[in-house]
Nanobody, 112 residues
Framework: QVQLVESGGGLVQPGGSLTLSCAAS?????MGWYRQHPGKGRELVAT???????NYADSVKGRFTISRDDAKNTVYLQMNSLKPDDTAVYYC?????????WGKGTLVTVSS
């Protein structure tokens, strides 16, 4: 098992930047970020492995960067050029032996 705690959400203007953090209670090979827009299902944003392999949703490529600090068991999501469509609850995800673990989520609101 693993506990995940997200931080860094908030209100930002269109075109602005925000960085999310997710602290895990242990080291995890595969971690990532997902988001859920109001009234919609949860969707992939980005994932990263311990080896540094990354994967991004097409909608965020070139704007978002996922990274990790294994010394701190923490994964980050740097979000630039934010758009109103990026407004969502962002969830940290960890996969251990095929089981998904989730944080409680952090709200990101992009609005002027």
């Amino acid at each position: 098992q693993v506990q995940l705690v997200e931080s860094g959400g908030g209100l930002v203007q269109p075109g602005g930047s925000l960085t999310l953090s997710c602290a895990a209670s242990r080291r995890v090979f595969s971690m990532g970020w997902y988001r859920q827009h109001p009234g919609k299902g949860r969707e992939l944003v980005a994932t990263i492995t311990s080896g540094g392999n990354t994967n991004y949703a097409d909608s965020v490529k070139g704007r978002f960067t996922i990274s990790r600090d294994d010394a701190k068991n923490t994964v980050y999501l740097q979000m630039n050029s934010l758009k109103p469509d990026d407004t969502a609850v962002y969830y940290c995800n960890a996969v251990i032996v095929g089981v998904n673990y989730w944080g409680k989520g952090t709200l990101v609101t992009v609005s002027s």
